[in-house]
């Protein structure tokens, strides 16, 4: 389960990157809005009574129990898809992204754009009928930024005044360390810039102007905590929850089963379900056989399973392929070894036929990738790619390089490490890379496969001259692309150093513009590539299976595991 | 007798003690740590969460802390379920798993003894081929291949049983038949060794000169020597059920523990892991005692002192 964060976060990037001097807000986000525009939230056309099943119950599977659901603390897609039912913010998202009022209008924002000041909404009032009021807020989000917590996405929330002081510079927040000891922690929490001046007026201080902010306050780590509920025994458990969304917690059996019910204490939009199943299976086999025996609504389709399910005449009606903002990709370490040698790099990227690649091992889904960023994220290439499958091409390059590293011939080159984690489905994939390679020129890997954490370990660590790699955007921007392939950055398992690419970065991250921005993002890509620094193979694609009497599924960006899960009140049962 | 079993239970609080250092000192040698992703946290994030954890501390101020906490009781929070205590994730899913160990126990119990006589009484005709054939099938079919065989053919085409989870008996047919399979076949290759060889033993054929039925033989004579190495394997059987089974519980989607042995070590929860390899240690040591006192009972020979 990784951490995804999507359609929101378009600052981030830019304010950790802004850190170096920006003088005014960077170019607002694709997901993002100018504040003061009020919008109401997207509903898809309401549904006839005569159309709907008697039955409104919605069964899924999460794929696996959530590890927490404090929202303060969760961090990924599993408990962001409960929360997203269990928990309304200030603001919320429609299923493009934009920032829509929940809790509170879209605030007022001052002048200088450093003081955003939210009104709530009359009459609002938590799960178990306790009103919802401003220092509720103030509470939750100063929690989130409470070292004592150690929450995960703590960083997102740099931009708020103070932020600096409890966050520090290695949460890439300031300049200065965070602070520690209990009483200094307690006086930033006093000065941090959330305050609630009464029981309905949330005012939020920014240290620079950030518009953009409003995409942060809708995220699901900043709904309103009642400190009473939160720090009693079990909180998260269904007896105790107290949540403000459009469903309640009925029952949390571990590992089991979560049922939600329709919270008639919520403001918003009031849910069509009259109950929603959720069961934890970890098993993708298993949850496919429940889909087929007719136990859920709808599954994400194991890739094992991918062909049989589109032939098969009931069940390929029913698949639903969804674009995923993520690529496959794999490392040459660009610092040691032969790999270290451009015209090698070279030479392995123009021997794969990325196409073969895909029908091989990812039954045919997914489409070939020749950049990093990804499709639908400003600063996708389509034309780049410097050098595409060519055999005889390739062979050339490889015999400068060999002549360049001193040997007669690849296979003198020894045993290559090629590492992989293993037990996940990247064996057939590592496989028809060494064999291309070893086809093309003689050249012998060393396949490893390892345990997971140990394999993350080594590969940072630089100790394959091959890896497996993966990326998932946080957010549709070219910083949290490209950015990770800066010189020592954190997820540079590439070890590619390039002072060209990292000057283009940071000129971009401080460019107001934001189509000269995206130019500069442009220019740095081309550089990486024509460098050939990694072998990026395929732009991920989802496959699913929805029944057609699923209706107002609204599938968007900000959904968590399911096609539709982060709005769940707009999903009904037809008759069928 | 009451001082040997004293003493042999009590000899399992070192056993335990030696695992829980060997146990505790590896998982930490392995690379890798609790809050691994395919995308790191920030190193800011990582050292708070090493702090709040005590992750910070010395290795063996780690063990000490662990295991002055173990002993009163406290197992210690979790680090993949984050507001969880490793007791109430023991607790929750224990019975479950207790109760699957159990009945595929019975199971393999009711099926691998008649199976494995049956062998040994048609011995080297269709009786025992067919036994044999049968045992033979059960070990060499992995039971994730079983478990999945077995959803296919029942729950998806023939639609008698659901596909997986842990609501009423229902539930309990598809799990309790994929667990029992491979004890079921060792079982009876055990029990069918055993029988054929009382069948030679000198007793037997005394019996069968004395003039006794051949049933009575078979029931008296046979069955009740021929089960003594059966319970030797019984008792670790019983424990490697009872803790549960990782590919059974995870393909069927049963809420016990038997699920966390495997997720534990892969997500570097190390209460959990700890937790988890404490249990099976002490599963084990202890069923193996009461297989030791239980042979004093089957086999009047054997006396402790």
């Not at chain 1, 170019?27 to 919008?39: E, I, L, R």
């Not at chain 1, 290559?416 to 093309?440: I, Q, Y």
């Amino acid at each position: 389960m990784q951490k995804r964060l999507f359609g929101i976060l378009a600052s981030i990037a830019v304010i950790a990157a802004a850190c170096g001097g920006a003088t005014t807000s960077s170019a607002p986000p694709p997901a993002s809005q100018a504040p003061g525009t009020s919008a109401a939230p997207t509903v898809s056309a309401a549904p006839s009574v005569s159309d709907m099943a008697d039955e409104q119950i919605l069964r899924i599977d999460l794929h696996g129990e959530p590890p927490t659901l404090d929202p303060n603390k969760a961090q990924d897609s599993v408990s962001i898809s409960v929360l997203h039912a269990l928990n309304r913010g200030l603001l919320y998202f429609d299923k493009t992204g934009k920032v829509v009022p929940a809790a509170a209008d879209l605030p007022e924002v001052s002048a200088d754009a450093k003081t955003l000041t939210f009104t709530l909404k009359d009459g609002i009032t938590y799960s178990n009928g306790d009103p919802i009021v401003a220092a509720d807020f103030v509470y939750s989000m100063k929690r989130v930024v409470d070292p004592r917590t150690a929450a995960p996405y703590a960083y997102v929330m740099c931009e708020i005044a103070g932020a600096d002081a409890l966050l520090g510079a290695d949460l890439g927040c300031g300049t200065k360390p965070g602070v520690k000891d209990p009483a200094a922690i307690d006086a930033a929490l006093a000065a941090f810039g959330v305050s609630a001046p009464d029981a309905k007026t949330v005012v939020v201080k920014l240290s620079k102007p950030a518009t953009y902010f409003t995409s942060v306050l809708a995220l699901w780590i900043n709904v309103p905590v009642q400190e009473k509920w939160i720090t009693s025994p079990n909180a998260t458990e269904a007896a105790n929850y107290v949540g403000s969304g459009p469903f309640v917690l009925q029952t949390w059996s571990h590992s089991s089963q979560i049922i939600l019910k329709p919270n008639d204490k919520y403001y918003g939009q009031k849910p069509i379900l009259t109950e929603i199943q959720m069961s934890m299976s970890a098993e993708p086999a298993q949850e496919q056989a429940a889909y087929e025996a007719g136990e859920q609504d709808m599954v994400q389709t194991p890739s094992e399973d991918v062909i049989r399910v589109k032939a098969d005449p009931v069940l390929g009606a029913t698949v639903v392929e969804i674009p995923t903002t993520s690529i496959t990709y794999y490392d040459f370490n660009n610092k040691t070894g032969p790999t270290a040698n451009k015209d090698f790099r070279i030479a392995l990227t123009q021997a794969i036929d990325k196409t073969a690649f895909i029908n091989a091992t990812f039954a045919g889904v997914g489409a070939p990738a020749n950049s990093f960023v990804q499709p639908g994220i400003p600063g996708y290439q389509p034309d780049l790619n410097p050098y595409p499958f060519d055999l005889v091409k390739a062979k050339e390059h490889m015999a400068t390089a060999l002549t360049a590293l001193g040997v007669p011939n690849a296979a003198a080159l020894g045993k290559l490490k090629f590492g992989f984690n293993s037990g996940s489905g990247h064996e057939p994939r590592v496989a028809f890379l060494a064999e291309a390679w070893r086809t093309a020129f003689g050249l012998e890997t060393e396949q490893i496969g390892s345990e997971f954490s140990v394999f993350l370990t080594q590969r940072h660590a630089g100790q394959y001259a091959i890896s497996r790699n993966g990326w998932g955007a946080d957010y549709p921007h070219a910083n949290n692309q490209l950015g990770l392939f800066v010189c020592g950055g954190g997820n540079n398992d590439t070890q590619f150093c390039n002072a060209d690419f990292d000057r283009l970065l940071n000129e971009a991250a401080v460019e107001p513009d934001q189509t000269k921005q995206v130019a500069l993002y442009q220019q740095a890509q081309t550089i990486m590539y024509e460098d050939a620094a990694n072998l990026p193979l395929r732009f991920g694609l989802t496959t699913f299976e929805v029944r057609p009497y699923l209706g107002g599924l609204e599938v968007g960006i900000t959904d968590s595991q399911l096609p539709g899960d982060a709005l769940y009140e707009t999903i009904y049962i037809k008759k069928h | 007798m009451i001082t040997y079993i004293g003493r042999r239970f009590l000899w399992i609080i070192p056993v335990l003690f030696t695992v829980s250092i060997i146990t505790f000192f590896l998982m930490h040698a392995v690379p890798g740590g609790p809050w691994d992703r395919e995308k790191r946290l920030p190193k800011g994030t990582e050292d708070r969460l090493n702090a709040q954890y005590g992750l910070d501390q010395p290795i063996y101020v780690q063990y000490i802390n662990w295991a002055a906490a173990f002993v009163q009781g406290d197992l210690g929070p979790s680090y993949r379920f984050q507001d969880r205590r490793v007791n109430d994730i023991v607790a929750d899913g224990i019975w479950t798993t207790v109760q699957l160990g159990v009945m595929a126990f019975i199971l393999s119990v009711l099926v691998g003894i008649p199976l494995g006589i049956f062998a040994a009484l048609g011995h080297n005709r269709g009786p025992d081929y067919v036994a044999t054939s049968v045992s033979i099938i059960g070990i060499a079919t992995p039971s994730f291949v079983l478990s999945i065989m077995l959803i296919v053919f029942f729950a998806v085409q023939l639609g008698w049983f659901p596909t997986g989870g842990w609501k009423g008996p229902q539930y309990w047919v598809l799990p309790t038949i994929a667990l029992a399979g491979f004890p079921i076949a060792i079982i009876a290759r055990y029990t069918r060794a055993s029988m054929l060889e009382v069948t030679r033993k000198d007793y037997i054929r005394t019996a069968h000169s004395k003039g006794i039925r051949d049933g009575a033989v078979v029931s008296r004579h046979m069955i009740r020597n021929a089960l003594i190495p059966v319970v030797t394997i019984l008792g670790p059987t019983l424990a490697f059920l009872v803790t549960g089974s990782f590919i059974i519980e995870r393909i069927f989607g049963i809420p016990g523990v038997g699920q966390f042995y495997i997720t534990a070590i892969s997500t570097r929860d190390y209460s959990l892991l700890m937790a988890m390899t404490m249990l099976y240690a002490f599963a084990v040591a202890f069923l193996n005692v009461v297989v030791d006192v239980l042979y004093a009972y089957i086999d009047p020979r054997i006396r402790y002192s």
